[in-house]
């Protein structure tokens, strides 16, 4: 099955297996391995990534679902080199530890703030409710999330 | 073992009259929506060597619709389209509450209302609300359309009425009676991502004398299938909710639902807390504005 789809602003075509799930097509056939497995139940989280601005979890979605559609993963975000103003925000924070769950975190933190969520601890943590943590009790995450959301509205009133 | 996407035989129909032909030619396949629970079960490898039948693609059957007596909730809808939806959110808030409790964000993003009710769970978090708002489950098929009230739906755990080669095309909620004081309540483990240990939805009239004029309260969680509290509510028509009514209601609760002990929780903790929320529903009735 021949499917069209655009990755990281990048078109790709991919074909192969339709039922192939879009996490394994990312990382097997486009070595995209920033988006890890977890669970492979839905539950965690980790594999989130971005379709069409959503976060859904990649771990239970056929690649046959995304013809068409625009999916962003944690590469989207910054490089090793130059790292996105969320992840620096992680890093300070300690926001990640093990780093497991963190490119879900992200994705799903970015969702919220590009679409300007608001910094309340209650709803930043309702929309990473679908991402686990085992590290670092959350409270770091939410902290990174809400400094970015502060910093954000600060510069859009001094522009 | 994991799924073997080569093993699958897959078929995505663009349109509702492709989809109807395609399950009347292959009513052995397996029906994909949202994916949120099927593809967890590809995932263990439980579904390798099956035909899929993707219905994700059909337009026909996504959105919400207003009708004249209520809204009709097409089976594609994911559970965040139908918190966003304007007509949802005035007139049926508890569908919205429901929808907003079904795992996290990436499942609601993913997750439709149809596979839900398709997927038939005795935890389903929308069914106790859409018992309560009396809603009707519309079906279709190459032979035609047929309706279904929802608490008709269920035959038992992961069992419903579907005919072979049927869909679940949409679900009609229709209006109830204005001033209904209303209540959703989800008990689980933690605040979002758990299945419930017990789910429960109830709507009361009450008259201007403080006597019940009607309540409907729907547990999920409780029995094999979603259940109204029938006994409790006919009991508490016509009375005032003084102390022994609300009490004797809580204890008619226990004839209408049948818990499990399980890895989540126990039949008497499941009794006790749909009693206490049964409890503190009928008594704050009285003391609360009706919205
Ligand atoms: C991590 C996680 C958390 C969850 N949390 C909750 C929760 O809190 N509460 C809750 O209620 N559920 C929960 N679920 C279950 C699931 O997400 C929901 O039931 C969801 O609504 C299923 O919809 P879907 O479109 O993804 O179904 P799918 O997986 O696509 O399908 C489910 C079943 O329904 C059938 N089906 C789907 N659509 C139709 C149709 N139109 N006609 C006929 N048959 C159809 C399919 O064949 C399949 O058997 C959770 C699942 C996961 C993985
Ligand atoms: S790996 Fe997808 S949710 Fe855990
Ligand atoms: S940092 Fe280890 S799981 Fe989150």
Redesign the pocket.
């Known amino acids: 099955m021949r499917i069209k789809l655009t990755i990281n602003k990048k078109k790709r075509v991919y074909e192969g297996a339709p039922f192939k799930r879009l996490i394994d097509v990312l990382r097997e056939n486009y070595e995209l391995t920033g988006t890890k497995e977890g669970c492979g139940e839905g539950e965690c989280g980790a594999c989130t990534v971005l379709v069409d601005g959503d976060p859904v979890n990649s771990c239970l979605i056929p690649v046959a679902q995304m013809n068409g559609r625009r999916i962003e993963t944690v590469e989207s975000l910054g490089t090793p080199k130059s790292l996105h103003r969320l992840q620096e925000s992680f890093l300070r924070e300690g926001g ?7 490119p879900g975190m992200l994705m799903s933190a970015w969702a919220w703030i590009s679409r300007g969520g608001s910094a309340r601890p209650s709803e930043i943590r309702r929309a990473l409710a679908g991402n686990l ?4 009790g959350y409270q770091h995450i939410v902290n990174s999330v809400i400094k970015i959301i502060k910093e954000r509205k600060r510069e859009s009133r001094t522009k | 073992m994991r799924g073997a996407p080569d093993s699958i035989y897959f078929l995505q129909p663009s349109s509702l009259e492709k989809a109807l032909q395609a399950y009347g030619e292959n009513p052995d396949s397996l029906v994909l929506a949202g994916g949120t629970d099927l593809m967890v079960a590809w995932n263990a490898g439980l579904l390798n060597n099956k035909k899929v039948l993707d219905i994700s693609l059909i337009r026909e059957i996504r959105g919400v619709r207003a009708l004249k007596k209520g809204v009709l909730i097409g089976a594609l809808t994911a559970h965040a389209d139908i918190q966003r939806n304007a007509a949802v959110r005035r007139h049926f808030p508890l569908i919205q509450t429901a929808c907003s409790v079904v795992g996290g964000l990436q499942i609601q993003n993913k997750g439709t209302l149809g596979g839900n009710i398709a997927n038939a769970s005795p935890a389903g978090d929308t069914f106790p609300v859409l018992a309560v708002y009396e809603a009707i489950v519309r079906l279709i098929s190459r032979q035609g359309r047929r309706a279904l009230a929802f608490m008709d739906f269920f035959e038992g755990v992961k069992k419903t009425r579907l005919l072979p080669a049927e869909l679940i095309e949409s679900v009609e909620i229709p209006y109830s009676r204005k001033g209904a004081r209303r209540l959703f309540r989800k008990v689980g483990t933690r605040a979002a991502q758990a299945i419930s240990k017990t789910v429960a939805a109830g709507l009361l009239w009450v008259g201007q004398d403080g006597t019940v004029e009607e309540l409907r309260f729907a547990l999920g969680s409780m029995a094999s299938t979603v259940r109204r509290l029938v006994k409790a509510e006919k009991f508490i028509k016509g009375k005032k909710l003084h102390r022994d009514a609300v009490e004797e209601a809580c204890r008619l609760l226990k004839d209408d639902v049948d818990p499990i002990d399980d890895v989540r929780s126990t039949r008497e903790y499941r009794l006790q807390i749909s009693q206490n929320i049964l409890r503190s529903f009928l008594s704050e009735a009285n003391y609360y504005e009706n919205p």
Do not use: E, K, P, V
């Not at chain 1, 943590?133 to 670092?136: A, H, N, V, Y």
């Open positions: 990640a530890q093990c780093g497991i769950c963190t943590c085992r590290c670092t």
